[in-house]
C-alpha cells in the first residue's frame, strides 16, 4: 500500500495495545495524523465491553520506522469538541471484575464477560448488561463533578445536581462522542458534589505514543499501571520481564500538549502510533486519579529518527512550560558565566538545551529510578552524573501518581547532535 501524506482516524480499538493487529496508513515519514479522539478513562472505565480501561485510536503504520528507531511527534493542536464532561474520585463496585476493574469486567448476575451495555437513566447504576439488564459498571463515583466549558474554550465551570443530570440525559451530544466509539459517555452518570468551581482549561494528551512489543490493555502500557498485571488472574498478565515491552504511551503529563515534541520507542515495525484519552486540564499528578476526558481533534506530525534505542519516551516540552533550572541561558546570563569562567580559568563552557526524559514505574521512586536510567543509558552518562545534571540544570517532576515522572536535564550539543536530537531542541528553543 502506498504511503499517505496524511492519515485521517476516526477507528479505535477494543481497548488493546495489539502488535499483531493491523495498522491504518502508512503515513509518510514527515506525514500527518489528524484523529478524532474519544474521551479516555471514565467513558471506557463504565464500558465493560472495553479490555483496556481507555478507548484509544488504532495504531498508524509510519513509513520506515523500524525496531530501534524512533518517532519524533509534532503536536500542532488539540481541538477540545466536548461541551461538557464527568470525572472525580472512584470507588470499585466488587463482584463485577476479576482482578482489574479496569481490564477483566463481567455482569455480576448472568456471569457475561465483558459484555455489552446501555444506557439507562443517569446515576452510578445508569449502565447495565444487554444480556440481563443488570446494572454492569465496575465503577463508580465516590466524590465526583460534571463540568461544562464555554464555547471558546478557555474555561469550565462544575455543575449542580439539577444541571448535571440534564447534561447526563443527553450525554453524546455534549461529549460530542466520535462516531466509531462504543463507550457510555460519562456523563450518564451525573456526579455533582462539587458545583460552582471554576477551572482554566490547558487541553493535552492523556495517552499518545507507539504500540508495545506484547498485548498491553492500553491504561497499563505504563510501568505503573502495568504493575497492576504482575501475576493477574486474568487473560493479560503480565511478569517483570514482560513489562519491558511498554512504550508508556499512557503519562498523563500535562506538558505532552501543542507546541511539544514528543520522540516515542519503535518497538514493533511502522511503531504504531496511537492517540487518547485527551484532557481539558490538569494539575501535576492527577492527584484524584482522573481528570477532565473529553472528545477531540488531534493534528500530529511524524518524522522517523533512524537507530536511537531509546527505551521510553523523551519530550521536548513548550519553552514555558520547562522548569526553571532548565531554561536555556539568555546573553546576559551568558555574559556572567563568561566573565565567571574568565575569572577562574576555565577553558570552556558546556553548551547544551533541555530535554525530558519520560519514567515510569510501580511507585515513585521507582519512576525516578526508572527515568534516570533512561536518561544515563542513551546519554552515556552514568546515573550519578544524571542526578547531579537533574539538581543543578534541571528538575524532577511528577507527572501521574503512583509512578509517571520527567527526569528534565540541560545536555551539552554534542551528544544531541550525536544522537540525532540537536536539530528538534533547537527547534524548540533556538541555538
Not at 83 to 98: I, Q
Not at 147 to 169: P, R, V, Y
Not at 321 to 335: C, S
Amino acid at each position: 500500500m502506498s504511503s499517505k501524506t496524511t492519515v485521517f482516524v476516526n477507528e479505535f480499538t477494543n481497548g488493546l495495545l495489539d502488535p499483531s493487529a493491523p495498522m491504518l496508513g502508512p503515513v509518510r515519514d514527515g506525514g500527518n495524523i489528524v484523529a478524532n479522539t474519544a474521551a479516555g478513562c471514565w467513558g471506557p472505565m463504565i464500558t465493560p465491553a472495553l479490555r483496556g480501561g481507555h478507548e484509544v485510536t488504532k495504531p498508524v503504520y509510519v513509513e520506515g520506522a523500524e525496531v530501534g528507531d524512533a518517532i519524533a511527534i509534532r503536536i500542532r493542536s488539540i481541538e477540545v469538541t466536548s461541551e461538557a464532561t464527568a470525572s472525580g474520585v472512584e470507588f470499585n463496585n466488587d463482584g463485577r471484575f476479576d482482578g482489574d476493574p479496569f481490564v477483566a469486567d463481567y455482569c455480576p448476575k448472568c456471569g457475561t464477560k465483558w459484555p455489552e451495555s446501555y444506557v439507562e437513566g443517569t446515576g452510578n447504576d445508569a449502565v447495565r448488561c444487554k444480556v440481563c439488564g443488570a446494572p454492569v459498571s465496575a465503577f463508580g463515583f465516590d466524590h465526583g463533578y460534571t463540568i461544562a466549558f464555554d464555547e471558546a474554550k478557555k474555561m469550565g465551570l462544575t455543575m449542580g445536581q439539577e444541571q448535571a443530570t440534564a447534561i447526563g440525559s443527553d450525554a453524546k451530544t455534549y461529549m460530542k462522542t466520535p462516531d466509531g466509539s462504543i463507550q457510555n459517555p460519562v456523563v450518564v452518570m451525573a456526579p455533582a458534589h462539587l458545583p460552582g468551581v471554576a477551572a482554566r482549561m490547558k487541553p493535552f494528551l492523556g495517552q499518545l505514543g507507539t504500540t508495545p512489543s506484547q498485548i498491553f490493555p492500553d491504561s497499563h502500557n505504563a510501568g505503573d499501571f502495568g504493575a497492576f498485571l504482575l501475576g493477574a488472574p486474568h487473560p493479560y498478565a503480565k511478569t517483570e520481564a514482560d513489562l519491558e515491552a511498554r512504550t508508556d504511551g499512557h503519562m498523563d503529563i500535562n506538558r505532552v500538549r501543542p507546541g511539544a515534541i514528543l520522540i516515542c520507542p519503535v518497538k514493533v515495525p511502522g511503531g504504531g502510533v496511537y492517540i487518547g484519552d485527551a484532557h481539558a486540564l490538569q494539575g501535576n499528578g492527577e492527584i484524584a486519579g482522573h481528570t477532565c476526558d473529553v472528545s477531540a481533534t488531534v493534528t500530529l506530525q511524524v518524522n522517523v529518527i533512524k537507530g536511537l534505542n531509546n527505551e521510553g519516551p523523551i519530550l521536548l516540552p513548550n519553552p514555558e512550560d520547562l522548569p526553571h533550572q532548565a531554561i536555556p541561558f539568555n546573553k546576559e546570563e551568558k555574559a556572567i558565566v563568561a566573565r565567571l569562567a574568565e575569572k577562574w580559568g576555565i577553558d570552556s563552557v558546556e553548551d547544551s538545551l533541555p530535554v525530558s526524559f519520560i519514567g515510569s514505574g510501580a511507585n515513585m521512586n521507582a519512576a525516578i529510578d526508572n527515568g534516570l536510567a533512561r536518561a544515563a543509558k542513551l546519554l552515556d552518562m552514568s546515573v550519578s552524573e544524571v542526578k547531579n545534571r537533574c539538581t543543578i540544570t534541571g528538575s524532577i517532576d511528577i507527572g501521574r501518581a503512583p509512578g509517571v515522572i520527567t527526569a528534565t536535564l540541560l545536555v551539552p550539543k554534542e551528544k544531541l547532535e550525536k544522537l540525532g536530537l540537536l536539530e528538534y531542541a533547537i527547534e524548540q528553543y533556538g541555538e
